[in-house]
Structures are given as C-alpha cells and as structure tokens.
C-alpha cells in the first residue's frame, strides 16, 4: 500500500492556473501579431518579427504551460508531494517576465538589454524548475517511464533556453562564439524534440491513459522513445561540436521517436474505456495527424515547413488540447472541491466548467491555421499566411476565452444535478438496481 | 463490484451509509464510487464508519478531493460518529469492477 496522498497534499492551484491563462493569453497576442503581420510567416527567415512571434510560440504559450503543467504533473506521475513549492511559484513568475523580455527583445529589433535579462530570467527559471522536478523524483518511492521521460524533458527545455541564451550572446562575446559556434539546429532539436515531443510523449502517456480510461499500455515503447531521442540529441551534439557526420542519424532516431509516439497513443486507445472522446482530448488526438506531413516534408529537405508542422500542429495542438483538461482539473480543485465535499450534487462536473462550442472552434481553427501556415512557409505564399493567421487566430482567442471561462466562469452543475437527482444510485448489496446512468454527451 | 459491507451492532442505517458513498461522484467522468467499483470494503461498528477505496489511477488529481467527499458524505449520515476513509492501490483497480450500468454510461460494453 502507498501512502495516500490527501487534500493537503495536493500542490496549490493558483500558480500553474495563472501559468496557463497567462500563456494562452500570450498565444492569442501572437496569433493577432501575426495576423497583422502575415509577411512574417509567408517569409519564414529568422528576422527579429519572426523570432519574436517564435518565442511567443515556444516560450510564452508552449514554455509557460509545460513549467505550469510541472506544478502538479509530478505529484500525478510520481505519486508523491511537489518539492519545494515556493520554488516552482517563483520560477513561474520570473519565467513569464523573463520571456516577456525575450519577446520584446526580438520585436524592437534585437534589444540587448531586454535580450540579455530576459534570458537570464528564463534560464534561471527553468533550471530552477528543473531542480523542483529532481527533488521531487529523488523523494518519489515510484517512477514510471513517463515520469521519467518529462524530467529528461524538463532538463532539456532547460537546456535549450541556457542554448538559445548563449546563441543570443555570442555575437556581442567573440570568445563565446569561437567557443561554441552557432548550433541552431541543436538548438532546435533539444527543444522542438527534447523537451516537447518528450514532454508531450511522457505527459501525455499518463494523462490520456487517464482520461480516457486506458489500462495496461507498456512502458516499453515510451522508454524506447526516450532513448531514441537521447540518442538523436546525442548526434546533434556529435555533429556541432565535433564535427562528426551524425546529423542524418539524429534525423533517423527523431523520425522513429515520431513513430513511436504514433503507435502509443494508437495502442492506448485500443485499450481504452471510454468509448466517447471528450473534444479537448480529439483535439490532443487530431494534434498526432501533423507528425507524418511534417517527417515528410523533413525528409524532402523542406526543413522550415517541416518545423511549422511541428510546431504550430503538433505541438500547439496537444498542449492545446491538454492545457484545457489540466485546467478544468486545477479549477475545479480550487473552486469546487469543497462544495462538492459538502453534498455531491451541487458542484459542477468539469464537463460543466466549459463552453459548449469553443472546444470544436478551437480544434478546428487551429488545426486548419496550422495546416495553411506550413502551405504559407513551403510555398512562401502571403494570401496563404494571412488565411491561417486569421485561423490561427480564431483558434487562440476561442482558447482563450474557454481557459477564461474555465477559470473565472460562474458554473452550472447541470450533469451533476441530473446523474445526483436520480434516486438510489448505489449498487446496494442486492437490494436496489435503477436505470442507466447518463451517457456521457 | 458490490463492495463488501460488514456490520457490527451499527448506529448507523447500512442502506443510507451506502446512499451516502454512492452520492460522491468523479466530477470528471460523472460516476458514483460504488458505480466505478472505487469502494472495497465498507465496516460499520457501533458509530465509527471505516471505508477502503481505491481510485482508477494512483496519483489521481482528484485523489484528495474524492477521499474527503467520501468522508464529509457520510460524515452526514444520522448515526455515524467517525469516519475513516483509506485509499488503497492494491489491489488495484480494473475495468471489470465497474457496474454494468457505468459501462454503458461510458459507452463500454
């Protein structure tokens, strides 16, 4: 038996909820950025407008929700308290001013100041919540592949940011430049692949086995995975630092990991419980379908479209697609939690916490902005990129507002009145059996 | 799974003790404990209420917010004095603990 974990155990909410809401709002000013700007896109060249709107991407929304998520992911995975509290709330806070920062250093034109403390704020940061996330596994008495493939994920978001920092010094530190060069491409892979492929991999093993009811997925292929991708963060390194010809084997390893994580999330819905798919999860689900076009476009040497794909589709869509879960969770914890101890039927479902409606905007509009944009990058077409800015846009707000919603909504106990109203629920020993609970809708 | 209900000289109504556990629902897939097969053992001596659950995944989000609904739920019963509510993980819980009627709620079966 595990000691169990109660109420007071529980990490706070406030902190990963605010993370949340602050990296949706900072998708939606991005989408409008780029809606204003849809230039930006249909060129896809590394101009101070497209770092800005990249980092707005990677950073702000992707970046805040992941070290959010950290606040109470652990203690899901791990089966144990959040080490340090107080160090994750900090380094939440000193990660959204820091990438504020960032994001203003890239817009107004490579500001070093804003750059160079922006940076340091977001590096500090996630290196702190790194440490969090050791210090919690070192405690934890269990851990799975899929705690262990977000912690290697967590490290190497960390490590990323230390790289992009340093990318960012260089050219104002010749020695630091003579030192490590310029390995964008590493760059890219530890953070496109190391920290979010496998964050989404290692969350998103456990929280959609959860969701939708799934038992008995192998540890094998997300442990295989994790080591793939080590392995191809490994030949990147090889490859910028020592020159070695390992580049098309990071490809190889990257293009496997991909697969991989197609086959867990096929095998876990096999075996899943839960027939009907809750529209946040499609949307986690639909997210998946960007993996093939992107290691296509990969493989024909179209690396900026092929990154588009990753990013604005897969990437954006599962978190997407998870941030609205975790909420609706983290949510109902602070808000309802102790109603619904005080009589069942008078709190809200989560289902009850949503806006019927916005989670089909927000999947179908981001999913075609993405689609357009990554046609916008590969064919350098401005009609094209405004299309899915516009999109993209549409798709940001409406997950705004439902995150908005979610989190300051006035909530209806609508399913819960009518599944609590119906009498004799229980499965009393033999004695009472009445009609069928309510399907799920 | 009908959980196990043994009785010793109770103060308290067995049938409303057990009313009481299947009014605490998931909030996330809107199912009684009894219903999804969360509650094994259920003891009533005297006043004192002793419950052993489990829930669908160990570290469950929800884990504290069930294990206190399932207190303060019969916490209110006429009768019960104290309340002790254990969250076990073995044995662990499976699909096939589930009533009939929470499959088909989930579309299962």
Redesign the interface.
């Known amino acids: 038996m595990t000691a169990p974990l109660t109420g007071a155990d529980a990490p706070a909410p406030h902190a990963p909820l605010a993370s949340l809401l602050a990296a949706s709002a900072a998708l939606a000013a991005g989408a409008v950025a780029l809606l204003l700007h849809p230039g930006v896109l249909a060129l896809a060249v590394p101009t101070p407008a497209f770092l800005a709107l990249t980092h707005t991407v990677t950073l702000a929304y992707v970046g805040l929700a992941f070290a959010g998520t950290l606040q109470q992911l652990p203690p899901v995975l791990l089966v144990t308290r959040l080490a340090v509290p107080w160090l994750g709330r900090a380094a939440l806070a000193a990660l959204a001013l820091g990438t504020a920062g960032v994001v203003a250093g890239f817009a107004l034109g490579y500001q070093p100041l804003a750059l160079a403390g922006g940076g340091a704020l977001v590096t500090a940061a996630l290196w702190a919540t790194l440490v969090q996330g050791l210090l919690t596994y070192a405690h934890a008495s269990r851990a799975d592949a899929a705690a262990r493939a977000l912690l290697a994920a967590t490290g190497y978001l960390a490590l990323t940011v230390t790289l992009g920092f340093l990318l960012a010094a260089a050219p104002h530190a010749p020695a630091l430049a003579a030192l490590i060069g310029y390995p964008v491409q590493l760059h890219l892979t530890i953070g496109l692949f190391g920290a979010f492929l496998l964050g989404i991999a290692g969350a998103g093993q456990r929280l959609l086995a959860m969701f939708v009811l799934a038992k008995g997925a192998s540890p094998v292929r997300i442990r295989a995975l994790t080591w793939l991708v080590h392995g191809a963060v490994l030949s990147e390194v090889l490859h910028a630092f020592a020159g070695l010809p390992t580049a098309g084997l990071a490809s190889a390893l990257l293009f496997a990991a991909g697969g991989l994580q197609l086959w867990e999330v096929a095998a876990l819905l096999r075996v899943r419980l839960r027939r009907k798919l809750e529209p946040s999860v499609t949307r986690y689900l639909w997210a998946h379908a960007f993996l093939m076009p992107a290691a296509a476009l990969a493989l024909a040497g179209r690396q900026a479209p092929a990154g588009t794909a990753l990013l604005l589709g897969f990437v954006v869509l599962s978190v997407s697609g998870m941030q609205v879960k975790i909420a609706s969770f983290l949510s109902w914890q602070a808000r309802y939690a102790g109603r619904a101890a005080a009589g069942g039927g008078r709190a809200p479902l989560l289902r009850d916490m949503l806006v019927p409606g916005l989670e089909s905007v927000t999947t179908a509009a981001l999913a075609a902005g993405a689609a357009l944009a990554t046609a916008a990058v590969a064919l350098h077409a401005q009609p094209l990129a405004a299309a899915a800015a516009a999109l993209l846009a549409l798709g940001a707000w409406a997950q705004l507002l439902q995150t908005a919603h979610i989190v300051f909504g006035r909530h209806v106990a609508i399913a819960a009145r009518g599944a609590a109203s119906r009498p004799a629920r229980t499965e009393v020993p033999a004695r009472r059996r009445d009609g069928p609970l309510p399907e799920e809708p | 799974m009908?959980?196990n209900?043994q009785t010793l000289a109770p103060a308290a109504d067995p049938?409303a003790v057990?009313?009481a556990?299947?009014?605490?629902?998931d909030?996330?897939?809107?199912?009684?404990v009894?219903?999804l097969g969360l509650v094994y053992d259920v003891r009533i001596a005297g006043g004192a209420v002793a419950v052993e659950m489990t829930l669908?995944?160990?570290?469950?989000?929800?884990?504290?917010?069930i294990?206190?609904?399932v207190?303060?739920?019969l916490e209110?019963v006429e009768g019960v004095a104290s309340v002790d509510v254990?969250?076990?993980?073995?044995p662990p819980w499976?699909?096939d603990a589930?009533?009939e009627?929470?499959?088909?709620?989930?579309?299962?079966g």
């Open positions: 009908t959980p209900l049938d057990m009313q556990l299947g009014e605490v629902l909030p996330e897939l809107a199912i009684g009894i219903d669908t995944t160990p570290g469950c989000p929800l884990h504290g917010s294990a206190e609904a207190q303060a739920s209110r254990n969250v076990v993980w073995d499976t699909p589930m009533s009627r929470a499959r088909r709620a989930l579309g299962f």
